[in-house]
């Protein structure tokens, strides 16, 4: 099989029992990359593609895959919460093994890819990581950025219907459910100092109409660690896909896969 086919790993119990779809491109012996991508968003993203290809060229470890109810993978989207997704992304890691990584987080994968660092941290593994590169990160989205700027009527929907579909810049409205909204709660960050001795490397728009910049500043006050780093792109959306963008973040991701060795 060609390692950029799609491959499943069988993830849960009962119920909850899902088949997530991933693609390992094993290589070379340094810091591999970890792809997180956003919510509605998926491995085959313009974003992840590049860094794919980026990767190859560099002789370079590629992991990425899609959350459940998201593209090749398994499961309902309206069942969906972010634990069911961060745990997911805990079990795919562990196929990087013993290898270090750089773990990219874009717009909600931001959120979960600070997520799984704190577990990383808390088993006293945080060393596995080579730093994080959140893009326009969403951390406490589903509180922050949904629930707090949600007007009376929708909030009604979601209480009467146990779902909200929030019109979208991007496309089809995107569901916001009631189980989204109060499992978040469980994995807010917000409330307290982010104990993460890594590197981080944030890149945020100014232009993005989805996660404010100030967003972004809020969360490098949270971090304890003494190398965080904050670029602000004065023209930057929310997706951060123009051929700029994708130069800057492979840039970005190489410095600390250099850093790495």
């Given at each position: 099989?060609?390692?950029?086919?799609?491959?499943?790993?069988?993830?849960?119990?009962?119920?909850?029992?899902?088949?997530?779809?991933?693609?390992?491109?094993?290589?070379?012996?340094?810091?591999?990359?970890?792809?997180?991508?956003?919510?509605?968003?998926?491995?085959?993203?313009?974003?992840?593609?590049?860094?794919?290809?980026?990767?190859?060229?560099?002789?370079?470890?590629?992991?990425?895959?899609?959350?459940?109810?998201?593209?090749?993978s398994e499961g309902?989207?309206?069942?969906?919460?972010?634990?069911?997704?961060?745990?997911?992304?805990?079990?795919?890691?562990?196929?990087?093994?013993?290898?270090?990584?750089?773990?990219?987080?874009?717009?909600?994968?931001?959120?979960?890819?600070?997520?799984?660092?704190?577990?990383?941290?808390?088993?006293?593994?945080?060393?596995?990581?080579?730093?994080?590169?959140?893009?326009?990160?969403?951390?406490?989205?589903?509180?922050?950025?949904?629930?707090?700027?949600?007007?009376?009527?929708?909030?009604?929907?979601?209480?009467?219907?146990?779902?909200?579909?929030?019109?979208?810049?991007?496309?089809?409205?995107?569901?916001?459910?009631?189980?989204?909204?109060?499992?978040?709660?469980?994995?807010?960050?917000?409330?307290?100092?982010?104990?993460?001795?890594?590197?981080?490397?944030?890149?945020?728009?100014?232009?993005?109409?989805?996660?404010?910049?100030?967003?972004?500043?809020?969360?490098?006050?949270?971090?304890?660690s003494g190398d965080?780093?904050?670029?602000?792109?004065k023209d930057g959306?929310?997706?951060?896909?123009?051929?700029?963008?994708?130069?800057?973040?492979?840039?970005?991701?190489?410095?600390?896969?250099?850093?790495?060795?």
């Amino acid at each position: 099989m060609d390692d950029r086919d799609p491959q499943f790993l069988q993830i849960g119990e009962g119920s909850k029992r899902r088949r997530i779809a991933y693609r390992l491109e094993a290589r070379g012996e340094g810091a591999g990359l970890f792809w997180l991508p956003g919510f509605l968003s998926d491995m085959a993203s313009t974003k992840a593609e590049a860094l794919a290809a980026f990767a190859r060229a560099r002789g370079s470890t590629m992991l990425r895959f899609d959350y459940s109810g998201h593209g090749l993978s398994e499961g309902n989207l309206l069942d969906a919460t972010i634990g069911d997704w961060l745990a997911e992304a805990r079990a795919v890691f562990e196929l990087l093994k013993d290898r270090r990584a750089v773990v990219i987080g874009s717009s909600m994968g931001g959120w979960i890819a600070l997520l799984l660092a704190r577990h990383l941290a808390q088993q006293g593994e945080l060393s596995r990581l080579a730093g994080l590169v959140l893009l326009a990160p969403a951390w406490d989205m589903t509180e922050r950025l949904v629930w707090h700027q949600m007007d009376a009527d929708a909030k009604g929907a979601i209480a009467r219907d146990g779902v909200y579909y929030e019109p979208s810049l991007y496309g089809d409205p995107y569901p916001i459910t009631r189980r989204l909204i109060e499992e978040g709660r469980s994995h807010l960050i917000g409330e307290g100092l982010l104990p993460l001795d890594l590197k981080v490397r944030i890149l945020q728009g100014m232009c993005d109409p989805d996660v404010p910049w100030g967003h972004a500043l809020d969360l490098a006050d949270l971090l304890c660690s003494g190398d965080v780093e904050v670029t602000l792109i004065k023209d930057g959306d929310h997706r951060q896909s123009r051929p700029q963008d994708l130069r800057r973040l492979e840039a970005t991701v190489a410095a600390l896969i250099s850093a790495a060795r």
